[in-house]
């Protein structure tokens, strides 16, 4: 157990900080912060696993091994990529991170705001390995993952009945599932175990990780309130199931599914990308390349979490990059929000070709 504990550590911890420090090489310095790193090292991590994934799950029926193997030698490539690009930045720059968010001394009002936001967080992944929920959709998600482990067969077995089957089409340009299975095969945790105690306790604090970005961005002149921010956030999640369709439902309850990243990840972070990217206040600043790679690499992600990201993802960066274009003037915007869902289109035509 230790050693999968170990294992668990490095793959969702230290690989994707020290995979985070490559797009950070390509980002001015006051953007570098720890939780912006890591951010983007967890974003990068998850599209590698796209694009080693989807063909593979195309072309060869029993290929999980060979995703196992190729994913494990690009984390590790990332990541030594990732090292040697800072070590180049801090022999030119000295220290290459930004400041800490919160230099300033708090006051005590904060202070408390800061421990009952900790406490609802805290409730939140309590309640969700302690009342772990149980969802139909189970039945072909936890399922899919456990086939893929115990098989080695990418989508070629029906999980509600357990016969073969040609290749699922729906799901199969999803590959959610099996990073999910690629996970329990290298940590030696079962499936279902990490999707109902394991990945809410990784997904939930992730979320809310970039609810703080979003927070700073737009309070970063009224610092003092980004508790309130939190807490608000922690309370709309906590009693926003008033339907199973919403975002919070899907974060508390069904965590582990690829619909739950899009709704949860994917499309908050393209608000926490935008934001940063056209901050009227830091246009100064070295460039933020490394935010479009983020930003380019979450559709991606959002491509592996669920085929209805073809639309949603597309129309709300669409959207955001005509009123932007509009509102100073530049098409280049639009074409570059544009640019960024080149992956969009090519997994929609070829969910449609296949």
């Known amino acids: ?37 890591y951010l983007g090292g967890f974003i990068l991590g998850l599209a590698l696993f796209q694009l080693i994934a989807v063909p593979i799950v195309i072309l060869d029926a029993w290929g999980f091994e060979l995703i196992v193997i190729l994913y494990s030698i690009s984390m590790a490539v990332v990541s030594a990529a990732g090292v040697i690009l800072t070590f180049i930045k801090w022999k030119k720059e000295g220290n290459i991170f930004a400041e800490a968010a919160f230099k300033r001394n708090l006051t005590v009002e904060e202070v408390v705001e800061w421990v009952i936001f900790a406490a609802l967080l805290i409730f939140q992944l309590v309640m969700f390995v302690k009342m772990a929920s149980f969802d139909g959709d189970d039945a072909y998600y936890v399922v899919e993952s456990l086939l893929t482990t115990e098989s080695d067969t990418l989508y070629r077995i029906r999980p509600y009945t357990g016969l073969s089957t040609d290749l699922d089409l729906r799901h199969s340009l999803a590959v959610f599932p099996i990073w999910i299975a690629y996970a329990s095969r290298v940590s030696g945790i079962h499936s279902t175990i990490l999707c109902h105690s394991f990945m809410g306790l990784l997904l939930i604090p992730i979320t809310y990780t970039i609810y703080l970005e979003i927070g700073r961005n737009v309070l970063k002149k009224e610092r003092k309130k980004m508790p309130i921010f939190m807490i608000f956030i922690a309370i709309m999640q906590i009693f926003g199931n008033v339907s199973i369709y919403t975002n919070s439902t899907f974060l508390i309850t069904r965590t582990w599914q690829g619909k739950s990243v899009l709704a949860n990840i994917c499309l908050p972070c393209v608000i926490w990308l935008l934001l940063n990217i056209f901050d009227s206040d830091n246009r100064d600043e070295d460039n933020t390349l490394g935010l479009w790679i983020i930003l380019f690499s979450v559709n991606i992600v959002a491509a592996m979490s669920s085929t209805a990201s073809v639309f949603l993802m597309a129309m709300l960066i669409g959207l955001s990059g005509l009123v932007l274009a509009l509102r100073e003037k530049n098409i280049q915007i639009l074409l570059k929000l544009i640019i960024t869902c080149i992956p969009l289109v090519v997994y929609g035509a070829l969910y449609m070709l296949l």
């Open 1 to 37: 157990m230790a050693a999968s504990i170990l294992i668990l550590i490095l793959i969702f911890a230290i690989a994707p900080f020290l995979m985070g420090l490559v797009p950070a090489f390509f980002t001015a310095k006051q953007r570098r912060t720890t939780s912006v790193i």
